[in-house]
């Protein structure tokens, strides 16, 4: 008998991490650090005059990462993706969610954006109340490496 508690307990941790898995779900999203030709990050208000950010947003079912990437930056941001994308690294957002931070150079604007909502600005000279975590984001993403490099 007493063999048969580890087995037991193998199955209950293995039951219990099967319903997490569908009770929690992961995330999945992705975000565009889109660089113009000074070298310069593009970044988007949030809502209600928020904080300043690289453009980001979930990817929806059946849509993989570039898509979704190509997605975001269209609605978000107002430009079409040239080209592919370089994704450079996933880093956790939040408990139960994974970003892919892709790194965009070869783009095109296709509505009105420049404005309050979006916006330039050097790397160097970062709005004040960009979180430091997206700040290093961004300065690992402008090193210009690849998933395998990093």
């Not at 965009?104 to 000279?125: C, L, M, Q, S, Y």
Request: proline share 5%.
């Amino acid at each position: 008998m007493k063999e048969d508690i580890p087995l037991l307990g193998l199955l209950v941790v293995r039951a219990f991490q099967r319903y997490w898995r569908l009770v929690r779900g992961l995330s999945l999203s992705v975000e565009g650090c889109v660089v113009d030709e000074a070298g310069c990050v593009l970044m988007v208000r949030e809502e209600n005059g928020g904080n300043w950010e690289l453009p980001w947003g979930n990817v929806r079912a059946n849509e993989n990462l570039e898509s979704a990437l190509r997605r975001v930056l269209r609605e978000a941001a107002g430009i079409e993706v040239n080209g592919q994308p370089q994704l450079s690294f996933f880093h956790a957002a939040g408990a139960n969610g994974q970003t892919g931070s892709y790194l965009v150079r070869n783009w095109r604007p296709i509505t009105g954006w420049e404005g309050e909502p979006r916006r330039f600005f050097p790397e160097k000279a970062l709005p004040g109340d960009t979180a430091g975590e997206q700040a290093e984001r961004i300065r690992r993403l402008l090193q210009d490496r690849t998933i395998s490099q990093v």
